[in-house]
């Protein structure tokens, strides 16, 4: 019998699978869905089981042999392993890529490079022990003076530099022990061992050592019951849960309200449909979508299927887990991207194993392992952190549409805000659509207020903090209510500038300019990272007249302590960094009632405090500015959820949107929460100017290093597209991307806008192939983006 396996080789992306032949003796073990190790060349490394026959393409003697499985069942399922060859073909991209964003990063092989002793040699292996190494040394910890040592070796032929392959972290173990139940066991008058003996005796699974040490029982009499024959030691696996030591009170289902229970039957009536509906759940913020997802996995539950639950990002919005677990107990598995690669894979496990039946996760664990899946949600669907930024580019409703197809269960996108392809799709009817038009309970949306910002200067305030909203904030710090400020430009200054030239200090990198962070005193590039420290004199005229622009969130934080003399919680990329982070802030902000939070967009998401009763956007305008044709609905969206945030609970809510353009639609809609109109003025914007939904788009970047062959690559598949689309189509650029260099990288874009296109999935695929077998190795990366977000 014969395996098709893809393997995992960094250096070679191929879209091929490799026969190989499955010895007599593992022909019983191997399945589709296993990992194994293959010989490749003169390696052996890690690959994937995709299919299995009784004949293989090649010459049979020629075939070598897997030479083992990696676990004891296959790690992909047959459905994942039919998603992964549809992803890849729909977005062009490897098999392999592709198997390594479903599977948990722990299952992953890591490869290093190592120098080894290959011949006995007896200077090699002196030269190597000097620098205290036996066989082998990992090339990448080694200095470059004891490199030098090895050199000389190397070149002889004495010593070799190789890839092997490494595991990642696997399951965590901790010592137990076991009774031998040896009759009479003679322990004299150590009354204590006595007691510990039946202790262990007792219990029908291995005792943890740690947990014998926390009832009183040192390891020395652990040890001395070892010594005596009467126990054996075990290594038990451990389960790294991140929840582990905290308690979540039941909370129980609420009685739907009428809109909400009309929702709730539409989607569980269509569970035992032939086939599988997709339901556009179009709540305003605090409509109570998440009850209907929870009563909808409820009954999910009830009948023994599985759900999985999206949320963009769990990292910032805590409250969603809580929730869940609150419902469901230790049902639930949580999959994101602030968990250990240890943490994720026993969550993983837990899905596999069947010990949860509903996981709540960011984008990836779409790809939950679950057989017989009830429902997918996606809840915010409109949130770009749906879409994977990196290769593969895939977006979770793709693959979730997939799912639902193929388990024929029900698919909710839900959202106050729905994307404009998703609405549209509603009104055609492919999606149905539900309704929420009241927020739960007895709760009103909140007044929103528009601050004309011009109109404030000309009065002759220039804070970044009207006059409106200077009273409304002192107006609740009195009354003891919170207030949440949005704030979307992370940093103390935008940029600093010299007042005699004009000069702006830029990051070396990439063309756009350093942002000022007065915590660190350093300019700071938020592409590539870069940072150099202040200069009061400027680097083009020496003069010293120099000053910063702009106001970030980190000068914002200092006005206002200043302005109300109290504490400010803030959240921006800074602050939050570290693991755990977001969280603890949030608690620091609800449990010390903490005035005011200040934050970037990562706080306009789920939050849902009873204290916050006044919302203020700082600047309105600041996404309306950015070059991308959906510039208006993101600001439709942000300022629709931020405001949401406002009085949720019993005390009312009043918002503040601050603006230099307060006539403009995204605005002045937002603030009417008035979907629709929004919806049909930026359709008419985007049929006249031919964007999506009307039609569909790939965005090809092509970067380099050196901006000759960047712009050679860039006209030779410009000149193949012109060539092979048909006349329907429209062909936007080559031109410069939006920041024409990031990292040191030139980059020009071209823009494929069509409608339909037969061919097109060929055309891609062989640039695709193209860029693999030719550009690569000239240092030009191609990136294909089949349904871009981000224009
Ligand atoms: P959304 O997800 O639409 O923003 P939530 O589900 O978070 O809304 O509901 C908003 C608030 O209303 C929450 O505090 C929730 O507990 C409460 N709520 C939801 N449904 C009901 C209901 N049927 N009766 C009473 N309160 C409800
Ligand atoms: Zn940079």
Known sequence: MFASVIVDVPSKSVNQVFDYRIPEGMQDIVKVGHRVLVPFGRRTIQGYVMDINDTADFDPARIKPIARTLDIEPVLTEEMIVIAKYLA???????????????????????????????????AAQALSSLGFSKEAETRRLTAEQLSVLRPHLKSGALAEETVMSQHTRKKTALGVYSLKVPEPNLGRAKKQVELLERIDMSSEPVLVRDLSEEGYSNAMVNALYKKGLIDKVDVEVERDPYSGRVFEYDRPKVLNEEQQHAYDEITSSMDAETAET???????????????????????????????????????????????????????????????????????????????????????????FEDVGAIIIDEEHETTYKQGDRPMYHAAEVAKFRSRRHRCPLILGTATPSLETYARSEKGVYRRLELTERAGTKVLPEVQIVDMSEEHRTGNTSIISTQLHDAIQDRIEKGEQTVLLLNRRGYSNFQICQSCGHVP??????????????????????????????????????????????????????????????????????????????????????DEIPILLGTQMIAKGLDYPKVTLVGV?????????????????????????????????????????????????????????????????????????????????????????????????????????????????????SPSPIERINRQHRFQILLKYKREPALLDILTALDEEYHEKYKKEGISLKIDVNPLVI
């Not at 009061?536 to 980190?554: I, L, P, S, Y």
Request: charged share 25%; aromatic share 10%.
């Open 89 to 123: 073909e729909y977005y062009v991209d490897q098999y392999i890529s592709v198997i390594e964003t479903i599977l948990p990063a722990a299952l992953k092989a890591n490869y290093k490079k190592i120098i080894r002793l290959v011949s006995d040699d007896r200077e």
């Open 279 to 369: 339901f556009l759940l179009h709540g305003i913020t605090g409509s109570g979508k998440t009850e209907v997802y929870l009563q909808v996995i409820q009954k999910v539950l009830e009948e023994g299927r599985t759900a999985i639950m999206l949320v963009p990002e769990i990292a910032l919005t805590p409250q969603m887990v809580n929730r869940f677990k609150m419902r469901f107990g230790d049902d639930v598995a949580v999959l994101h991207s602030a968990l250990s690669a240890g943490e994720k894979y026993d969550e993983w496990r837990k899905i596999k194993e069947g010990r949860a039946r509903v996981s709540v996760g960011a984008r990836s664990s779409v790809f939950a392992p």
């Open 506 to 591: 830029m990051c070396p990198n990439c063309d756009i300019s350093l942002t000022y962070h007065k915590s660190n005193n350093s300019l700071l590039c938020h592409y590539c990272g870069y940072e150099s420290a202040v200069s009061r004199q400027c680097d083009n005229c020496a003069g010293t007249d120099v000053t910063f622009r702009g106001t970030g969130t980190e000068k914002v934080e200092e006005i206002l302590r200043d302005m109300f003399g109290t504490d400010v919680v803030r959240m921006d990329n800074d602050t939050t960094r570290r693991k755990g982070m977001h969280e603890k802030l949030l608690n620091h902000f609800e449990r």
């Open 618 to 734: 700082l600047n309105a305008d600041t996404m309306l500015n950015l070059p991308d044709f959906r510039a208006n609905e993101k600001t439709f969206q942000l300022l629709t959820q931020v405001s949401g945030r406002a009085g949720r609970h019993e005390l009312s809510g009043e918002v503040l949107f601050q603006t230099y353009n307060p006539s403009h639609y995204a605005i002045e809609l937002a603030r009417h929460n008035d979907y629709r109109s929004f919806y049909e003025k930026e359709m008419a914007f985007r049929r006249m100017a031919r964007y999506s939904p009307f039609y569909f788009h790939v965005l090809f970047t092509i970067s380099s290093e050196d901006v000759r062959k960047c712009l050679d690559a860039t006209s030779h598949i410009h000149g193949t597209l012109a060539g092979a689309m048909s006349g329907q189509s429209i062909i936007v650029g080559p």
